[in-house]
């Protein structure tokens, strides 16, 4: 009797980064929140007949369906290209030139100049499980529901919170007793692996409830080693050394 053969299909889906994830819903969470606040038009036509929080619960499935986020994924010939800079192999056959003459590659992608692996030191089970059952999220606005004056007043600025504010042990104490009433498994550990992760993400959310998106990402960004080095670089010279054709 023959063995069938098992077909394994890659499910990767277009955003696999947490942080990225989150970004992402924070985003479409507050697209429709700004849109059910409308008195006229056809937003309050259409959350008339279909409920803002059904909305919001319904948001999640519809990214993963299209493929842009995913629960968990199976990735099919993973050979760590993310990683090791020595993992990304191209043909010389799809070598082709710019009008620079600087090296580019088809068949699907093009090698960075300057190449950062992916680290995904911080990132536990434990912050997925945050992200899984929207804890960050609702345990910010529970919070903010009840201090947002108070935090207003102490912090006038973005700048004044992004300079003042600190995550104390209450509220990270008051943070991961709420987030066990959302039946998130805390593992002894895991919190001191994933602090600065966790820290930041929390920390952006205030940020973007208080103030706005742009402060949202401008913390958030503390975890973009891409974005941190893409500063240096354009602060730097070494971009006006890579003779970029960018006219």
């Given amino acids: 009797m023959q063995d069938k053969a098992e077909i394994i299909l890659d499910t990767t889906p277009l955003f696999t980064n947490d ?8 985003i479409a969470l507050g697209f429709i929140f700004y849109t059910e606040s409308k008195s006229s038009g056809f937003w309050y036509k259409f959350y008339k007949i279909v ?40 043909p010389d056959s799809l070598t082709y030139y710019t009008p620079n003459k ?39 606005l529970n919070y903010l529901n009840r201090n947002r004056e108070e935090l207003k007043i102490k912090y006038t600025s973005f700048q004044s919170f992004k300079i003042g504010f600190a995550l104390d042990d209450q509220l990270m104490d ?12 805390i593992e002894e550990g895991e919190y001191e ?10 920390n952006a959310l205030f940020a973007r409830n208080l103030y706005s998106v742009s402060a949202y990402f ?21 971009f006006k050394e890579a003779k970029l054709n960018f006219e």
């Avoid at 692996?193 to 929390?202: A, E, G, V, Y």
């Avoid at 401008?218 to 070494?238: C, R």
């Fill in 174 to 185: 008051e943070f991961f007793i709420f987030a066990k009433k959302k039946k998130v498994k």
């Fill in 19 to 26: 942080t990225i994830v989150f970004g992402i819903l924070m």
């Fill in 51 to 90: 409920p803002g929080l059904f909305v919001a619960y319904m948001l999640p499935a519809l990214l993963t369906t299209i493929g842009l986020i995913a629960p968990e994924w199976t990735t099919v010939n993973e050979n760590g290209e993310l990683m090791e800079k020595d993992s990304i192999n191209f």
């Fill in 218 to 238: 401008e913390i958030i960004n503390e975890l973009n080693d891409s974005y941190i080095e893409a500063l240096k670089v354009l602060k730097g010279d070494s």
């Fill in 102 to 140: 600087r090296v580019v590659y088809g068949g699907g992608g093009i090698m960075p100049d300057i190449f950062i692996p992916l680290d995904t030191a911080l990132n536990t089970e434990l912050n997925r499980n945050l992200i899984r059952r929207g804890a960050y999220n609702q345990f910010v």
């Fill in 193 to 202: 692996k994933s602090k600065k992760l966790i820290d930041t993400q929390l």
